[in-house]
């Protein structure tokens, strides 16, 4: 059985930064494509970013692409979301999540096999 742990949240100023953190309990973190979602208050959860087994393949949603950086070490079995420039409309409860179902569309929700607790993001203007 996998967990998944975020953390990382918080209270911050519009145009500021954090950096989530996502630790994997399993033995086989490398063999899992990792993805953040977020849902804020009243609105669907969505696709953040994503990131396959390797590290070097990464998507994003339009919306913090180029705000926002995925990465991954699987030393540690932790994915990361630096997110810069933060705006109001960023503010959610983050989750990541893991899938073994690495070749399919990671923007897809129903791919992921486990997900976390979220962590909360409050972004103020």
């Known amino acids: 059985q996998v967990q998944l742990v975020e953390s990382g949240g918080g209270l911050v100023q519009g145009g500021g930064s954090l950096r989530l953190s996502c630790a994997h309990s399993?033995?086989?973190?490398?063999?899992?494509?990792m993805g953040w979602f977020r849902q804020g208050l009243g609105k669907e959860r969505e696709f953040v970013a994503a990131?396959?087994?390797?590290?070097?393949?990464?998507h994003y949603s339009d919306s913090v692409k180029g705000r926002f950086t995925i990465s991954r070490d699987n030393a540690k079995n932790t994915v990361y979301l630096q997110m810069n420039s933060l705006k109001p409309e960023d503010t959610a409860v983050y989750f990541c999540?893991?899938?073994?179902?690495?070749?399919?569309?990671?923007?897809?929700?129903?791919?992921?096999?486990?997900w976390g607790q979220g962590t909360q993001v409050t972004v103020s203007s």
């Open positions: 399993g033995h086989t973190f490398g063999a899992y494509a």
């Open positions: 990131v396959n087994w390797s590290g070097d393949s990464t």
């Open positions: 999540a893991a899938t073994l179902d690495w070749w399919s569309d990671l923007r897809q929700m129903g791919i992921y096999d486990y």
